[in-house]
């Protein structure tokens, strides 16, 4: 019903910036709140931002709050993901996902893109 696909370069120093974009298919994007997710290696997955329908909510995990920017927009399908001042502990693999309401619980999102692996070198 809803197809993602993660787009982004994967490895960036200490320091840097990066814009990860997630593209859409299927079904009306604009009908489905977004969210970020990470996993890093022998950690569970860990919630980074979601972001309402229309983008006036957006809630962030307290390890990037301050650093990372949650945006979306609905004419081209695609949700983003700025990521600023990373850090090597900000490695991992990042999945965006689409469900019905704004959550923080990965099981809450019904469509889920394959991930793309982001590596912060220091």
């Known amino acids: 019903q809803v197809q993602l696909v993660e787009s982004g370069v994967g490895l960036v120093q200490a320091g840097g910036s990066l814009r990860l974009s997630c593209a859409a298919s299927g079904r009306t994007f604009s009908s489905y709140p977004m969210g970020w997710f990470r996993r890093a290696p022998g950690k569970e997955r860990e919630f980074v931002a979601t972001?309402?329908?229309?983008?006036?909510?957006?809630y962030y995990g307290d390890s990037v709050k301050g650093r990372f920017t949650i945006s979306r927009d609905n004419a081209k399908n695609t949700v983003y993901l700025q990521m600023n001042s990373l850090e090597p502990e900000d490695t991992a693999v990042y999945y965006c996902?689409?469900?019905?309401?704004?959550?923080?619980?990965?099981?809450?999102?019904?469509?889920w893109g394959q991930g793309t692996q982001v590596t912060v070198s220091s």
């Open positions: 972001i309402s329908l229309s983008g006036g909510t957006k």
């Open positions: 996902a689409a469900g019905r309401y704004v959550a923080v619980n990965s099981q809450d999102y019904k469509y």
